[in-house]
């Protein structure tokens, strides 16, 4: 098994064409707005330690998006779920706007359910979400209550989702946003899949994670690590180029939702062509020296040849 590299905390879909490497990436100030200007002379670009030459940067134009949203429906999350379903939704009629943009919903338990194959109909999509609760593997209503008492919820094959709905994204012919977002209190207590084999697998396939990490509302104040797997799904966030939130009350739900569609839209993207040509897997760093409290989002880096 691959081990996983250093991880450069932020957000980029890196592409590779022929020679030429394409790396999008989102700035944004200390109050974490997006910024929106930005000079080739601004930015410096290191792959595996050693700065490039760039050789063109601009804005992202408005991609296709393809997007997975995994929803944990274990016991855990039983009172959560109506407002995560509706959250998915509002996020969904955002998210779909060109005629190539695709989404899927998978649905997680000890068991996986794809409840809606990639898609570009809205009504697919919420009529999935409506019905998803009869055609879980456990249907709601018999899944026995989560008891805070232990230290992690029953039957949660997290990761595993998270490995399948990488798969479900088309290998990448063409540049467009690949996006998986998982709605889950973060435990995994099924071992299938290890989040390093998550992280790798998603640097392979050129997809970002995001995660709106949420448990139990009655699980308050006395530790949050026991409501909420917080390492974890920063870790998966931050190495593969996206964001963790921790949405607390309602309106949070839809502002994190907001914020993964403002970061995938305020996009720029620059070009350079690396003076390495043995390395199979190579890190990427971005920066913005001018402006020191100005933070960079983009992915850890890049495999030459994913399939190796």
Request: aromatic letters at 6%; one cysteine or more.
């Amino acid at each position: 098994m691959a081990q996983e590299r250093a991880v450069v905390p932020d957000d980029t879909l890196v592409t590779l064409r022929a020679q030429q490497v394409l790396v999008p990436f989102t700035v944004v100030d200390r109050l974490n707005r997006p910024v929106t200007t930005i000079t080739a002379a601004d930015v410096r670009l290191f792959e595996d330690g050693v700065e490039q030459d760039i050789v063109a940067l601009g804005r992202a134009p408005d991609l296709p998006t393809t997007v997975v949203v995994v929803l944990d429906c274990s016991g855990s999350m039983v009172g959560r779920l109506p407002l995560a379903k509706r959250a998915t939704l509002t996020f969904l009629e955002r998210i779909l706007r060109l005629p190539q943009d695709r989404a899927a919903l998978l649905a997680c338990q000890q068991d996986l359910l794809l409840a809606q194959p990639l898609t570009g109909s809205l009504d697919a999509l919420r009529q999935s979400l409506a019905t998803l609760d009869e055609r879980l593997p456990s249907p709601l209503g018999r899944v026995m209550p989560f008891d805070p008492r232990q230290a992690t919820p029953p039957g949660t094959a997290l990761y595993a989702a998270l490995y399948a709905a990488i798969e479900l994204i088309p290998e990448a012919t063409d540049e467009r946003r690949r996006v998986v977002v998982a709605i889950s209190d973060g435990f995994d207590s099924e071992g299938l899949v290890r989040v390093g084999e998550v992280i790798e697998h998603a640097w392979r396939n050129q997809v970002s994670l995001y995660a709106l990490g949420i448990g139990q509302p009655e699980l308050t104040a006395t530790d949050d690590n026991q409501m909420v797997n917080r390492a974890d799904l920063e870790r998966l966030c931050a190495a593969t180029g996206g964001q963790a939130f921790f949405p607390r009350l309602d309106r949070e739900f839809f502002t994190a939702f907001e914020q993964i569609d403002t970061d995938l839209r305020q996009r720029f993207v620059l070009a350079y062509t690396p003076a390495n040509e043995a390395a199979t897997f190579r890190t990427i760093r971005i920066e913005v020296p001018r402006h020191p409290d100005w933070k960079v989002r983009h992915r850890a880096g890049y495999y030459t040849n994913p399939s190796e």
